[in-house]
């Protein structure tokens, strides 16, 4: 059995990071490279994503804290980088949980350049998705925190441990967010309804005037600044200088490829770049200083949560319309309690997927939607992530007959324009083009294979592998040039092989 850290010969950088559209096991992997590394860094999203992670019996999901935090007592740093959207209350709830274990971390550096997350840009998030034409955000405020970033009245960290500088640049920074909802039609009414759900502490920071109650925004900043004064630095710098002093450093990625605001299936994205560039931008280091990309990827299916073209989605439009409307597990199980992966109708196919493969998400619980594996989306992603790819979650598809992968995308739209070139109803698109106008308008063509039909879990070297396991993964390093290292099947460390 070969170790992962067999993968990491003369590399002192590694990124991890997902060619998706996120949710496709970084977290596993991350942690399992943990032991490898001297500094583990995150450096895009914020609490919007959720890294998943099982040690043992025990399941821990981490919003906003590096999935190395629990590797601090054996020596790890852990970085939250200044490209993060941060939260402070989210980061203070989970150190304040890990502090209940017993757990305070020691070596955690938060970047004082990372741009916070307040209940104002929350209330802007979950406005806009009052509104038509939602994305299906989170809520968590990460398109608006990062929005005042490049608009330039953003907040950062370091303004946590300056109450008074805080209080100037939070009415500078609410004044345009004020004008937007006296704009909007019923504005006062939704944003004080926002304002007084459980997320935003039942209107703990809802001002009748201006809409928010700028003292009591100060006052919970400053007492999260005491809290996190002792990690907050200058990361940037720290993390140069640990990459010129060769330690090894794993950077933990969020979301996926395919979510990139400069690179996923615009506009349906996060407001971060999640390709390896944005990832080492935002932790202060170059692109170049990464010494190998590994890029996770389900097999042999795709998940995406929220609002987007999915065009190998499993149900179709019927499968987006079930996971918008039906919010939590519990609920799909109570409506559909026969899962049958071989059902003959796709939607129900689809279910029996997710529940197989408990794909609910890790930090709203949102049904994501589940589509088979898609080559032309992930010969695009190659051009950003690289060919290195871990395959993930491979036990789930083991009780299925058949297994669709999809070869080419067939154009069925009206004629437009993409760059250089004309798009004509009836192109086969091998490579995918990821704007939503061309995207939504894109049919599957598919190959069919059997599939391996039996319990994979146990199996500890490429060789145990059933043979039409090895021929679906051979069939797609082929079709979209990728080179798979190492194959994850099931949750557990030792549920991994290494090629
Ligand atoms: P936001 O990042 O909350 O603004 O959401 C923008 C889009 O990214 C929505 O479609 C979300 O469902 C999606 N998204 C954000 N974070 C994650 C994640 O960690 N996994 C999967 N999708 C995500």
Not at 3 to 9: F, K, Q, W
Not at 59 to 72: A, C, E, K, M, Y
């Amino acid at each position: 059995m070969k170790s992962p850290t067999s993968l990491l010969n003369n590399v002192s950088t590694l990124a991890i990071v997902c060619s998706q559209w996120g949710d496709s096991g970084k977290g596993k992997f991350v942690d399992l490279f943990s032991d490898w590394a001297d500094v583990i860094a995150r450096g895009t999203g914020g609490a919007n994503a959720g890294h998943t992670i099982k040690i043992g019996e025990e399941i821990r999901v981490f919003n906003l804290l590096p999935s190395g935090i629990l590797h601090d007592g054996d020596g790890k740093i852990n970085v939250i980088g200044s490209g993060v959207a941060f939260d402070p209350k989210i980061a203070c709830n989970e150190l304040e949980a890990l502090g209940r274990e017993g757990k305070r971390p020691e070596r955690l550096r938060i970047s004082h350049a990372a741009h916070l997350v307040l209940p104002q840009h929350i209330l802007m998030d979950r406005l806009r998705e009052t509104k038509k034409g939602k994305l299906g955000t989170t809520l968590r405020g990460i398109g608006p925190t990062y929005v005042d970033h490049q608009n330039r009245i953003g907040l950062c960290v370091n303004d946590l441990l300056n109450p008074d500088i805080l209080r100037k640049k939070i009415h500078e920074n609410i004044g345009p967010k004020i004008e937007t909802i006296r704009g909007m039609k019923r504005g006062k009414e939704l944003a004080r309804e926002i304002m007084h759900q459980e997320f935003l502490e039942w209107g703990a920071f809802w001002g009748d005037v201006s809409f928010f109650n700028v003292s009591a925004i100060v006052d919970r900043c400053a007492e999260h600044g005491k809290l996190l004064e002792p990690y907050i630095s200058d990361t940037d710098s720290f993390m140069r200088d640990a990459e010129r002093r060769g330690k090894r450093i794993l950077l933990e990625g969020s979301q996926g490829i395919l979510l990139s605001a400069d690179h996923g299936t615009y506009p349906q994205v996060t407001s971060c770049d999640c390709s390896p560039e944005g990832l080492a931008k935002g932790v202060g280091l170059r692109e170049r200083d990464v010494d190998l990309t590994l890029a996770t990827m389900k097999a042999f299916y795709m998940t995406r949560v929220g609002e987007g073209p999915f065009p190998t989605e499993l149900g179709g439009l019927q499968s987006a319309e079930h996971c918008r409307k039906c919010r939590s597990r519990e609920l799909e199980w109570e409506m559909f309690p026969d899962l049958d992966m071989n059902a003959e109708n796709p939607l129900l196919q689809g279910i029996a997927i997710r529940a197989a493969g408990n794909e609910y998400g890790a930090t709203t619980g949102r049904l994501r939607r589940i589509g088979w594996l898609d080559l032309p989306l992930a010969r695009y992603a190659k051009t950003f992530v690289g060919k290195n790819v871990i395959l993930t979650k491979l036990d789930v598809l083991s009780p299925c007959k058949t297994i669709k992968i999809c070869t080419h995308h067939a154009y069925f739209g009206p004629l437009q324009r993409v760059a250089e070139k004309e798009l004509k109803r009836g192109v086969m698109l091998e490579t995918a083009i990821p704007h939503s106008e061309v995207l939504s308008s894109c049919a599957p063509s598919y190959e069919e294979f059997d599939g391996w039909m039996c319990d994979i879990r146990g199996a500890r070297s490429w060789r145990e592998l059933p043979p039409q396991l090895k021929k679906l993964v051979q069939y797609v390093e082929r079709g979209a040039g990728l080179k798979v290292r190492a194959l994850s099947i099931g949750p557990e460390r030792s549920e991994t092989i290494v090629r």
